[in-house]
Structures are given as structure tokens and as C-alpha cells.
């Protein structure tokens, strides 16, 4: 087929007549370039699922990445015990609804296998003892990369990993020996045993998802939403009153209408006070919010200042 | 509202965290409780004042330096605009984590120091950004206040850094004076520069176009993944998954497969499994043909008229990025390109470029962490390629090292 001379300059007036692209386009288009080259760069990949709104946004990604087909991965969750159980059901509604092979591992055995220590007292947490089933599960079934959630705005040393983020056998990662990485052109060639952590919403703000998941419609657990709970009240912050938290003599019993902002274990994921109970009040909240996601939610992080960045070293995804 | 990717560069203490500090905290995007931990970091190091470098300080051993030793992505936004901001470290070993920074960049800022106007940095600096094809560039003059604010003072160093410009392609160059550490002509004028009429720092970012700079006119479709069910219902289906590089496919459009050459026509684009009339640049769509045709990753889709070159030979400027091994003549390495992996091998050394004189040194045997270099490889399949030049998304590649599998150069193929 031939262009006329007409219809040529047509289409350069169309082209340059066309509209900034929306942000949520180009974020939504290079994630899903993301995803696709996880498809075609490895032999065995898997996305971490953690019925989070994160990992709900990469498992919608992948569908339109891959429709009409499958997602060519098994969704993985590293399961420490300690999850919400409306994240859990989530996970399984969704899986089963996308038809997509979901594979479960819990922190619980790999703690009785082998014999690990848990932390105890206040603040006790799973959330380091999980690297220990994640590694496992990865060696089990010899995965070669693994898609995480993980966002640069979250906290800084994410804010200075890779997209293609090159882990060792023993899945550490090495901020001061990252892969360049070029353009889009993600390297990610590897030796057996080594893997692979990709994170295709590298780019997304907090809000980004937010307003991602409201556009395409996509459905989260109901803790995102405000609704009455009993808590206890620690240090300030609000965390679910659950027999998995160890108590501490100065725990006030409060009962609070909260939603989750983020979603993790119930020993580490404070809830914040809110009648938001629709997607569109969740987002004027978080606009107006003076406080960053991860500040006002996350307790692990606050440990010290390189609390993340030491447990990435360790393998932590 | 769209996106805009921009990288900062500047020599040690020239102020560009600062700078990036500045722009977050003048356009309200540095929240609460980040103030207080930044409030908490300088007293601890006894800054005595509140020091906005510190916000994008990422890892320990930085903090321990005072130093940026890799790329950081910040986010911001204002009303107009989303902005990526990517700071680059102004340390000499670590020119590659400029480059890195710069092939995803729409902008560059980068930083001259009014004391010492242009250094070797800022001739450094504006090579890599001239090299890797960024569309704009604007030179902050910092630490105006530390000359006095004085007008003669910039119109000297724009004068200098004018000629500099002119030994390199730069397409658009914005020279502001700027004061980071007062908040002059970042985000508000500068009532002590009145001299000064032209755009503050943000509103160049906020009002440059991006769209203009992409390359509409070549359509160049890289295949990714070949997307088959393999259902009942959809038996027969073959979807090519890829991300649109350049230029622009629609249903009906002729089109051939490179590198077997084969040919035939559009017979739908898809997105997200529903039909859409046409993909253009960035998108990431899934193409089907109306004949079935033997196509798999790394082949390229490209409109029938228009064709990128095709071949095994190829020159290009190579930043080296390997701080083990040296490239010589002969080494052999993987080539990716798009999605496309080829053996190469070097066949020359044309000449080094010296990047702070920018003269060209000949009878060059091996290239270290940081040379630039004009190079001669073959490929062991054809590449279809267009010039960096003309098309930063397909004149771009890197590579790979065969036993150690890490990124050791970026290509751009002339």
C-alpha cells in the first residue's frame, strides 16, 4: 500500500496536532514493556504477590501485558503468618478468577525446618525471616526472575536500585555493584543460581496506583477502605488487635474507624484514621496527605536509617 | 498531564542536590514527616541549618561520604506536569552512572559553579549530554549569590559555555542564573537578579515539548514475546507483543520483517486484548499480521517504505563502563539491541574522544572504565538499525560481557 502525498501530510498534521500523553499511559505502557521482557528474557519468572494494591496493580498490568492470553507466570506468596485475612482472600479470589497457578509458602515451616529464631518482645516482626522462604521457594522452583511491587518513591535505598535488579545465589543485593542500565534495554542475563528481582512500577508514585486502580476499576480487600476495627494503640501509631502481636504493658485497646494504606504483615502495617470508604476519598486524602506512604504506615523502616537498605542487602525483596 | 524525564550534573559541591531539594520543597512535594527526618539529619551532623541536600541522599554509604555514589530517581509534580528527576553523581569514576542517566532523559540540567564558571565537569558533562541525544539542555549558573548576584558575572560564563555549545549538538539551550541554596529563579524571580528576564528553572521544565522531540516519522516495532493461547476459542492466534520505538502502525499498513525480510499487512493492533485503530511511539501494543509468517523475538517490524539499515558491520561511539577488563581489537562480547542479542565482535579502535578537550586521539589499544571511543564491531546476525542520531530508540545498545553477563559499554550507532 502506497501514501499519497495527501494523505502523508495528513498524518503529519495529526501527529503533530496530537495531545501530550497522559501519564498514566506512558507509566502503564512501560510497565507492561517491563513484564513482557521478563517473558522473554527468562526461563522461569514468577510475580510476587502479596494481595497488597501494589502487587494487585502488577498482576492487572500483566493481564493486559499478555491478554488474550495467560499471565505466562505463577503468581508466588511468601506467606508469613502474620497477613491480613481479607489480603489472603483476596489472593485466592483473584487467582482462581484470572486462572492463574498461585503458589503458597509459608514462613511458618521454614522457621521449623530449620530450626530459625523468631524475634520476640515489642515490635517483633517475620518481616526479616521471610527472605529466609523466599530464597527457598526461589530455589525450589528455580526461579529465574521474580516481579515485585516495589516503587522508588517509596523509601531511598529503592529509590537507587535497578529496574533489572541483579541479585547473587545468595540473593543479596549490591547497591554499589548495579548493572548500568542503558535506554530500555534491561540486561538481564545470568548464571544458574543467581536471579533476578524486576520491578516494572519502578516509576509510580503512590498516588499514581491510586489513581491507576480507580481508572481501571480494579476492585481491592476492604481494609483499604475505611471500617470500624478494635486496635491497639502503640507509640501512636494504630496496629490490628490480633493474638499475633505480642502485648506490651503499655498498649492502650481502642477501637477506631481506620483504613490501610499500605498493606503488609498486621505486626509491621499501622492503620490510619479515616472515613475515606471509596476510592475517589482514599485519593483526596492521600492528595492532601502531609505524610509520606511508608512514614505513616510501616514500622520496620523506622529502626533505623538504613533499615531498608540493610535488608535488601540481605536478599529482602 | 504528561511525564518528564530530567537528569541533573554537576561537579562535587555545585550545589545540584541542593538544587533538587530546592525545586521539591519550593513546589510543596516534600512531605511532613521527610522534613523532620531531614530536621533530624542535620542537627545529628551538625549542619546547623536545615540542609535540603539531604533529601536525596539515599544510601549509607553516601550519607557517611556526603557523596552521591549512584543514580537516584526523585518524583515530584506540579499542577502542570509529573517530573522523574534523575541525579546523576558529578564524581569522575562514576562518569558511566551519568550516561546511565542521561539515555532516559528528555532534559538535562546541568550545574556550573558562578565562582569557577565552565570547568572540565561542566565540558564533561555537556559531551554526555550532547552524545546520548538529549533535546534540552539548560545550564544553571549556581551560587550566583556568592558573586554578588552580578549580571557581568553570567553574561561571561553564558558566553563561554555559548562556545562550548557550539563544538556539540545540542538542539535547545536555556542558560539561567540561579541561587538553590536562596530559591532565585528555581521556582520563584529572583528579586536580587532583576537584571534577569528570562524563565525560571521550573517554568523551562514545565513548558518544554517532549512529543516534538520523539521520532514519528519511522515505524519501528521490535518484537518482545509472541503472544499464543493456544485455546479453542482463540486457536490460531498469533500476537506479536512489543512496544512502539518509533513512528507510527495502523490496521492496513504494509510492513516487513527484519531481518528475513519477509512482508505483509497490518490486520490488527491490540491493546490489552481489544482492538485499537493505531499505536504510536511508546505504546505497548500487540500487532497481528494477516499472514502467518515465521517471527519470534528479537525480529524487528518495520513499515514497508521506510526502512531502518540492515547489517553486521557497525561504527558507534562507545562509553565503556567496565572497571575490570579493557576493551581491546578482537574481544569478543554480546550485543543487545532492542530486543535483538548478537555475538560481536571488535574490530577497531577508530579514536578515543578526550572528553574534557573533545580532541580525538588516534592509535588507541584499549579502552578503560570511562573512555569514550568510536568503534568498529560485526555482528554475528544483521542488526536493523537506524543512527542514534536520528532515532535515540533504535541507534541504542550495549555490551554485554560473556562470562560475567554485566552491561560493560553503551553503543550509540552512528
Given at each position: 500500500m502506497s501514501i499519497s502525498v495527501n494523505e502523508a501530510s495528513d498524518i503529519q498534521r495529526e501527529i503533530s496536532e496530537r495531545s501530550a500523553p497522559d501519564y498514566l499511559d506512558q507509566l502503564e505502557a512501560e510497565a507492561i514493556y517491563i513484564m513482557r521482557e521478563v517473558a522473554g528474557q527468562f526461563e522461569r519468572p514468577a510475580l510476587l504477590f502479596s494481595g497488597g494494591k501494589d502487587s494487585i496493580t502488577l498482576v492487572h498490568l500483566a493481564k493486559k501485558a499478555?491478554?488474550?492470553?495467560?499471565?505466562?507466570?505463577?503468581?508466588?506468596?511468601?506467606?508469613?503468618?502474620?497477613?491480613?485475612?481479607?489480603?489472603?482472600e483476596y489472593r485466592d479470589e483473584l487467582a482462581e478468577a484470572i486462572n492463574a497457578k498461585l503458589i503458597v509458602r509459608y514462613v511458618e515451616d521454614t522457621i521449623k525446618a530449620k530450626g530459625l529464631k523468631e524475634q520476640t518482645g515489642k515490635n517483633a516482626s517475620r518481616n526479616w525471616l521471610q527472605t529466609f522462604t523466599l530464597l527457598d521457594t526461589i530455589e525450589e522452583f528455580e526461579f529465574d526472575a521474580c516481579i515485585g511491587g516495589a516503587r522508588r518513591d517509596e523509601e531511598k535505598a529503592r529509590a537507587k536500585e535497578r529496574i533489572f535488579s541483579f541479585r547473587d545465589e545468595f540473593g543479596q543485593w549490591d547497591p554499589k555493584r548495579q548493572r548500568p542500565e542503558l535506554w530500555n534495554l534491561f540486561n538481564g542475563r545470568i548464571q544458574k543460581g543467581e536471579n533476578v528481582r524486576v520491578f516494572p512500577i519502578s516509576n509510580w508514585t503512590e498516588l499514581d496506583v491510586w489513581a491507576y486502580l480507580k481508572r481501571e476499576g480494579i476492585a481491592l480487600p476492604s481494609i483499604y477502605f475505611a471500617h470500624e476495627r478494635e486496635l491497639i494503640l502503640r507509640d501512636g501509631k494504630l496496629l490490628n488487635n490480633t493474638p499475633v502481636i505480642e502485648p506490651d504493658p503499655e498498649d492502650q485497646i481502642v477501637t477506631r474507624q481506620v483504613r490501610f494504606r499500605t498493606v503488609g504483615d498486621m505486626t509491621c502495617t499501622a492503620a490510619v484514621e479515616s472515613a475515606a470508604a471509596t476510592l475517589d476519598e482514599v485519593i483526596a486524602e492521600i492528595t492532601i496527605s502531609r505524610i509520606s506512604e511508608r512514614g505513616e504506615t510501616r514500622i520496620d523502616d523506622q529502626q533505623t536509617e538504613a533499615a531498608m537498605e540493610d535488608r535488601k542487602k540481605g536478599g529482602y525483596f | 498531564?504528561?511525564?518528564?524525564?530530567?537528569?541533573?550534573?554537576?561537579?562535587?559541591?555545585?550545589?545540584?542536590?541542593?538544587?533538587?531539594?530546592?525545586?521539591?520543597?519550593?513546589?510543596?512535594?516534600?512531605?511532613?514527616?521527610?522534613?523532620?527526618?531531614?530536621?533530624?539529619?542535620?542537627?545529628?551532623?551538625?549542619?546547623?541549618?536545615?540542609?535540603?541536600?539531604?533529601?536525596?541522599?539515599?544510601?549509607?554509604?553516601?550519607?557517611?561520604?556526603?557523596?552521591?555514589?549512584?543514580?537516584?530517581?526523585?518524583?515530584?509534580?506540579?499542577?502542570?506536569?509529573?517530573?522523574?528527576?534523575?541525579?546523576?553523581?558529578?564524581?569522575?569514576?562514576?562518569?558511566?552512572?551519568?550516561?546511565?542517566?542521561?539515555?532516559?532523559a528528555d532534559l538535562a540540567i546541568i550545574l556550573v559553579d558562578a565562582r569557577h564558571g565552565v570547568v572540565e565537569q561542566t565540558r564533561r558533562h555537556s559531551l554526555i549530554a550532547s552524545?546520548?541525544?538529549?533535546?534540552?539542555?539548560?545550564?544553571?549558573?549556581?551560587?550566583?549569590?556568592?558573586?554578588?548576584?552580578?549580571?557581568?558575572?553570567?553574561?561571561?560564563?553564558?558566553?563561554?559555555?555559548?562556545?562550548?555549545?557550539?563544538?556539540?549538538?545540542?538542539?535547545?539551550?536555556?542558560?539561567?542564573?540561579?541561587?538553590?541554596?536562596?530559591?532565585?529563579?528555581?521556582?520563584?524571580?529572583?528579586?536580587?537578579?532583576?537584571?534577569?528576564?528570562?524563565?525560571?528553572?521550573?517554568?523551562?521544565?514545565?513548558?518544554?515539548?517532549?512529543?516534538?522531540?520523539?521520532?514519528?516519522?519511522?515505524?519501528?516495532?521490535?518484537v518482545q514475546y509472541v503472544i499464543r493461547p493456544q485455546t479453542d476459542e482463540l486457536h490460531d492466534y498469533r500476537g506479536y507483543a512489543g512496544r512502539v520505538q518509533s513512528g507510527t502502525f495502523k490496521k492496513g499498513d504494509a510492513i516487513k520483517v527484519l531481518p528475513s525480510e519477509r512482508e505483509s499487512k497490518i490486520a490488527k493492533i491490540e491493546f490489552g486484548g481489544n482492538e485499537i485503530p493505531q499505536a504510536s511511539v511508546l505504546e505497548s501494543v500487540t500487532i497481528l499480521l494477516e499472514d502467518d509468517i515465521d517471527i519470534s523475538r528479537g525480529d524487528m517490524i518495520v513499515t514497508v517504505d521506510n526502512s531502518p539499515i540492515v547489517s553486521q558491520d557497525i561504527e558507534a561511539l562507545v562509553c565503556w563502563m567496565d572497571d575490570k577488563k579493557t576493551l581491546k581489537p578482537g574481544n569478543k562480547y554480546v550485543l543487545q539491541h532492542g530486543t535483538a542479542r548478537s555475538r560481536c565482535s571488535i574490530r577497531g579502535i577508530e579514536y578515543q574522544i578526550d572528553i574534557n578537550s573533545y580532541e580525538k586521539l588516534d592509535e588507541v589499544e584499549a579502552l578503560k572504565l570511562n573512555d569514550v571511543a568510536r568503534i568498529v564491531l560485526r555482528t554475528a546476525q544483521p542488526i536493523a538499525y537506524d543512527p542514534y542520531q536520528k532515532n535515540r530508540a533504535n541507534g541504542a545498545a550495549i555490551l554485554i560481557d560473556e562470562t560475567s553477563n554485566v552491561t560493560v559499554g553503551a553503543c550509540m550507532i552512528e
Open positions: 499478555f491478554a488474550p492470553g495467560k499471565i505466562p507466570f505463577p503468581l508466588v506468596h511468601v506467606d508469613t503468618g502474620h497477613n491480613f485475612i481479607e489480603a489472603i | 498531564m504528561d511525564l518528564l524525564r530530567f537528569i541533573t550534573a554537576g561537579s562535587v559541591d555545585d550545589g545540584k542536590s541542593t538544587l533538587i531539594g530546592r525545586l521539591l520543597y519550593d513546589t510543596k512535594n516534600i512531605l511532613a514527616d521527610q522534613m523532620e527526618a531531614i530536621e533530624r539529619a542535620s542537627k545529628t551532623r551538625n549542619a546547623g541549618e536545615i540542609d535540603l541536600a539531604l533529601l536525596t541522599d539515599g544510601l549509607r554509604s553516601e550519607r557517611e561520604q556526603g557523596i552521591t555514589i549512584d543514580v537516584a530517581y526523585k518524583y515530584f509534580q506540579t499542577p502542570n506536569r509529573k517530573f522523574i528527576s534523575i541525579d546523576a553523581p558529578g564524581h569522575i569514576q562514576y562518569t558511566r552512572n551519568m550516561v546511565t542517566g542521561a539515555s532516559n552524545m546520548l541525544g538529549i533535546p534540552h539542555v539548560i545550564v544553571a549558573v549556581n551560587k550566583m549569590d556568592l558573586v554578588g548576584n552580578s549580571e557581568d558575572a553570567f553574561l561571561e560564563i553564558a558566553k563561554s559555555y555559548t562556545e562550548l555549545a557550539e563544538k556539540l549538538s545540542i538542539k535547545d539551550l536555556t542558560i539561567i542564573p540561579v541561587s538553590a541554596l536562596n530559591g532565585d529563579n528555581i521556582v520563584e524571580r529572583s528579586e536580587a537578579m532583576s537584571w534577569y528576564t528570562g524563565e525560571t528553572l521550573l517554568s523551562v521544565l514545565e513548558n518544554v515539548n517532549v512529543l516534538k522531540d520523539q521520532n514519528q516519522e519511522d515505524g519501528r516495532f521490535a
